[in-house]
């Protein structure tokens, strides 16, 4: 490990103008290619104390052992020169997007003599027009297949075209009319570049023009009574229609731009791009990295974009680019995009309407495919094999960790404090072995604090007491038992496993040296020890072990890492599931409730009779006994359950501050649940994750979705403050 002080440049000798750097190692390899502004305050970055260094940072600093830089005149040429040397270098320390699969485009040969359309893969190739890239190769064939009716170009290889023109005789397509057959000289060289330039002219979007000219070829040929040729273009409509019907119109004033949108976690991130030409979607790629380095979102925007347009010039770069968010600053990155295309390029985040919506699309397109990625990841046997000796070997265990508990502590500012447990046997998701906890504050009949407020390091100790001394009772009733009593005291009757019998190898904590020590008092004060214990940081995924001044730093490519962190946010997103079922029933909590015998049926038709449950609050007993079904005692019960709950708080409007009248806000289909605004989106968590009814205990199971599904949308803005004050 190098010394940054040790190659660190004197001051005097940076140059404060635009340019690039390079940092090489004792090999003389380059690690990491950088662009800045002014080279001089940006070098100086790098070279200030390591612990305010990002980790990944200080890892490429001390493996570098010299830096060389490179004057340039503007930012823009700074850009151009950056991408250039990350494609000549690929250091090891830059964002590199990796293909997750080889995208076939669209290709014509507009280079060639008799230009032909094929499919192509691969580097692009100079005087070759492309489109797409599409998902699969026979969208590509039976794209061309229906506009070939119009536009018979050739298709056949170089080879074929050959036998053909030698022998006279043209391929099956030149006999069914999908093919011009300029091999036999039915058409010139002239002629077929035209239908050739046609081809790529309705390919771009410009397909009105087209459509327009057949119908009234169409409509001439049948006033002059020649109607089989008036049926030929009227199937030639229907082909270039159906042709259109493959891709939907999603922009309806006929834009041309690319759409780019994130999606990331700590150590990867995927990039979706979906090309829209005409309004239509013409293609789609996606693209995953590992963060190598400290990059923000504009920050993987900008190296996606170089990736993008690097070698790409004229229409290829669209005339506007839609992105979740801009470089900083954004004006070199503009006038690049402009010099590739040859005139302006737009570069902004959409804001509203329908590039906002599509632009959601593309986002959840991102994350499903970062989901996909590490679930293939995770999938594999090998993989999760090394993970958990990884992990064996980092922890100093004695074998592998084959079952794994994760712990993680949920609440709103202190209120609703909930904890999961989640289950990892073999490096995969036990989901019927998911617990979870509601913090009472106390373990067994002792009261330890008071349950309330955000002090995750005793909710840890109180969880992970409560989960072991149910372990410890299971176990307490055979004592020392032998193998066969030991299988039939983990199951239940019916062959289902027992709540906490089976101990884990390993619990990992979601926090840092606090809530691990409070775990490990937990299993101390217990007399377990025989399991291991460990915390994952979320800031800097540092792993934190008992009675260790420094955590242990697993590397950036680590499959144990990668598990670890896996666990981890399981944890998270199954908490946070429990925490907002919970707090959304307080929400929608009601005096009506209260009342013994008052179903949900005569619920909804009280509030439907008197409109609100404000009018039904200032109802008499005589009133309410007109609703049907409602008697004198039930009536009684209602204005004496209102009596006691208290005044309910006033309904706010988040978007004005407008205080709104319960009319407002109460409908007849609220159940009674008018006291308060039910945030009906707070039921689903971060992974749409819809969360179980919940009861007084604290074993529940998860039956529900995993952890990939797409976010259910909120309700109101104030779901999303409320969101971002969870922990």
Known sequence: MADPSSYRPKPGQIPDS???????????????????????????????????????????????????????????????????????????????????????YLAVTMNEQFPRVQVMRGQKKKGVRYFGPYGHAWAIRDTVDLLLRVFPVRTCSAGVFKNAARTGRPCLLGYIGKCSAPCVDRVSVEEHRELAEDFCEFMTGRTGTYIRRLERQMTDAAEDMEYERAARLRDDIDALKKAMEKSAVVLADATDADLIAVAEDELEAAVQIFHVRGGRVRGQRGWVTDKVEAVTTADLVEHALQQLYGEETGDAVPKEVLVPAVPDPVEPVQEWLTQRRGSNVSLRVPQRGDKRDLMETVARNAQQSLVLHK???????????????????????????????????????????????????????????????????????????????????????????????????????????????????????????????????????????????????????????????CGLAKRLEEVWVPGEDDPVILPRTSEGLYLLQRVRDEAHRFAISYQRSKRTKRFKASPLDAVPGLGEARKQTLIKHFGSVKKLRSATIDQICEVPGIGRKTAEAVLAAFAQAAPAAPAVNTATGEIMEEEESA??????HGEQPAHAGDSSDGGGHSAQAEDSHDDGPDTTGGPGDSEAPTRVGAARTRRGMET
């Open 18 to 104: 635009p340019g690039v750097y390079k940092f090489r190692d004792e090999h003389r390899r380059v690690i990491y290619v950088g662009k800045a502004k002014s080279l001089r305050q940006r070098l100086a970055s790098y070279f200030q104390d390591l612990a305010n260094l990002h980790p990944r940072t200080a890892t490429m600093v001390t493996t570098a052992a010299s830096v060389e830089w490179t004057v340039v005149a503007t930012e823009t040429a700074a850009l151009q020169l950056e991408y250039t040397w990350i494609k000549e270098y690929d250091p090891r320390f830059n964002v590199k997007y990796r293909d997750d699969k080889s995208y076939p």
């Open 375 to 533: 679930t293939k990841r995770a999938s594999d046997l090998t993989t999760r094999s090394r993970a958990l000796e990884e992990i064996a070997a980092a922890l100093d265990l004695d074998s592998a960790p084959l079952r794994i508990e994760c712990y993680d502590i949920s609440h709103l500012q202190g209120d609703d404090v909930v904890a999961s447990m989640v289950v990892f046997e073999d490096g995969l998701a036990r989901k019927s072995e998911y617990r979870r906890f509601q913090i009472k504050g106390r373990v067994g009949d002792t009261q330890i604090w008071h349950g309330e407020g955000q002090d995750d390091v005793r909710s840890m100790h109180e969880v992970l007491s409560r989960r072991f001394r149910r372990y410890l009772a299971e176990k307490e009733k055979t004592g020392e038992w032998s193998p066969e009593e030991a299988q039939e005291s983990l199951t239940e009757e019916d062959g289902r496993p027992k709540k906490f019998a089976y101990p884990p190898q390993l619990v990992v904590v979601d926090g840092g040296r606090p809530q691990v020590a409070a775990a490990q008092r937990a299993l101390d004060e217990l007399g377990i020890d025989d399991i291991a214990v």
């Open 667 to 672: 409908t007849a289909g609220d159940s009674g």
